[in-house]
């Protein structure tokens, strides 16, 4: 399904996301290093790699959520890793295992009031908080409408509509969704992690395409993948340094995970 033009696009403008030799090191070692690339605003990034290659520590130092160790990055005119709540401002998480899970016993409607409601209350500016109640909740109102529809989620297509819980999602219905609460900040930068995990080919193809629609709308995507698909900017983790065994590797990313959800917490 493609959206090009999305208002989320048009109003904030994606960010150049730039690095430059960044390592990141955990409490077992590197998770990556090394990475070096640049995307315009706009593009579709590929971060690809196996699992355990730091691929999400990656994704999660890019917007914000975890700390560079060593070399630099860019998002937009905010450097890292000075300026790690100003990426965060401008950026959000979606598909993160951890970090952004969505609750199984929750509807789709319930998972949506609540995101327009966390911003109505934290997302405003203090100009915006001033506004009459009603304006604020008609614009929550349009920033959700316009998320859902630059994440092709029809809630009305849905098995019971917004009544649907999310358990009852499809893989590629739940990634979505998990995109459109995410693109209700209308961040300049959106990191998806787990693109391509357990999905078919088709509902792969889908998944790239939703993300390549809202890159071209003007919001800079990076995704985390296996496999990285034609026409993206591709940043392979590959040849990361690690010393760990495969199992040690993943261990070391799970708790480097776990870091980075309790750094987010605190932010």
Known sequence: MHHQGSPVGEQTGGARVAAESLGIKGPRGWATRGMSFDAEPGSLVAVEGPSGSGRTCLLLALTGRMKITEGSAAIGDVGLPKQMSAVRRVSALAH????????????????????????????????????????????????VDTALTAAGLDLETLPKGPRTAVRDLERLEALRLSVALALVARPRLLGVDDTDLKLSDGE??????????????GTTVVAVCSEAPEGAVKVSTRQSTRQETPQGTHQSEDKEKADALAETGRA
């Open 96 to 143: 993160v295992p951890g970090v952004t899970d969505l609750d199984p016993a929750l509807t789709v409607g319930e998972h949506v009031r609540e995101r327009a409601l966390l911003h109505r209350r934290f997302g405003d500016s203090l100009r915006g908080l001033l506004r009459p109640r009603g304006e604020r909740a008609a614009e929550a109102r349009l920033r």
């Open 204 to 217: 792969r193809d889908e998944a790239w395409a939703l993300l390549r629609s809202i890159a071209e709308a």
